[in-house]
């Protein structure tokens, strides 16, 4: 009997000694301001909140909540807390990580948010929000003609959804250009130039939406590559080839009626605003043998500048794209081996690249990286700051024996914020090396010694 | 941070001179070995001095090919 108050009695006292998280009610947003960049048809939103906690026990963690359609849509969210005043404020990268909640109204998606260190009751941080939505500029018309504009629809809310109170709030949007078709008004709102301004709204409780509509001209290239498959080849020799096989098309409104030629080159500011014909490909430094080709050959239409911290090659696909219309091409190049291939400090060695696509404010909707390591290595692990899906293959190369281990990284729905370095590890010992002349020299030696068996075999039948 | 970075054992620089010589090299050394085998009768060859000379000439052979082939671009 006693020993079972005294189980009970610690149970209790476990169970209280357990830090209580606060729950979505003790965290306030005393202010928060947004802004919507929809200058291209990446959608940038920069949200500055000043969340104030007043609950009673410190909050590790806040939660953002984001629409069903926006959390398909989202390419990636990044937090920071800002701390100290005017010119000497720091900025410290906080922990970002999608998360459910059981009790989520109407399939709310949400992220999670740590922060750098658990926010005592009454205490208030700042935190600066970016989130990257793609896709969310649907085309209105479907469909037009050569000579048209492109409209499009964003779909957002004027207020902020959240989980907490919010105090006051403020959203501005910046459109491309001062052609907007239409945009629901919430009071109050209001437009000026490029910038249209929904708030300062008071008061607003948890988890509420106002959905409002923008209708507007974006004639920025809507440059989506539907499947881009980079290919990096590790040689110990001395180079890093890649190769990258890229389909792209126009993710605008859809071209309807003929493409006339003459109107195109004639009136190039009228005929074709949204089309787009010219790209670039940010590369490395010290790039060389960068070809440009398609299944038909050699694609002549491209200029490389080499640089001292970055190269760039402007490219044009064999005709412009409209709305709809497809490319497909290859882009290769080498690089030295000494500027991405390091060793470890115990002992490992490791690749470090940039991940994600050269090509500048493109959407890649599947991107797969493949890191061909040199035969004879072994234990190959990446390390990314972001979720990927990981795989392993084997690839057989020029004097391979066993096959060459491929790393295979493979990732939806990227942006060019995702352009950051990531690294491989594998092991390798450096004897390996020789296996590859020593193929060719055995085989010059079977040579040698075929002669010499034939030189020295007598088939003479006769006696001597 | 001061991670090393690893480069070729060989400077790549100098792949293409390192391949004209070691197969040149290796060419003179075939050419000694057929002209022993041809002019040495049955009796006077010498199976040692053979594979001596032939493996000599195929790791030089070997290498040669090695840098020709990292010389004219297909990094193996």
Redesign the interface.
Known sequence: MAARIGIFAVVVAVFLSIPAFSSAQDLQIVNAERRIDLSSHIVKAFLTLKVENIGKSAAAEMLLAFSPTQIKNLAMVQALAITGKKKKKTYLPLDVKPTEQPDAPNDTGYYRVTFVSPLGPGETVSLEVLYILTHSLEPFPVEITQSESQLVYYHDSAVILSPYHVKQQTTFVKTPSTRVESFTSIEPANRAGKEIKYGPYENRASYSYAPVIIHFENNSPFAVVEELVREI?I?????L?ITENYRLTHGGARHKGVFSRVDYQSKRSVSGASSFNALLAVLPPRVN?VYYRDDIGNISTSHLRTGFRKSELEFEPRYPLFGGWRATFIIGY?V????Y????SDGR?YL?FTFGCPLVETIVNKLTIKVVLPEGSKDPSAILPFTVNQDLQVKY???DIVGRTVVVLQKDNVVPTHNVPFQVYYTFK?IY?LA???M??????F???A??AY??IDLNIARK | MAAKPIASPISVALYPTLSVFTLAIGLVITAIFFIYETTSSRKNRSLGKELATSAVASVFLGFGSLFLLLASGVYV
């Open positions: 080849e040689s110990h020799w001395g180079s080839q043998s080498r030295p081996l000494e500027d291939l390091f060793e470890a060695r470090n190369s020029y004097l450096p090396m590859e002349p020593f060719l020299v055995s085989a010059f030696f040579v040698f010694v002669s010499l030189v020295h």
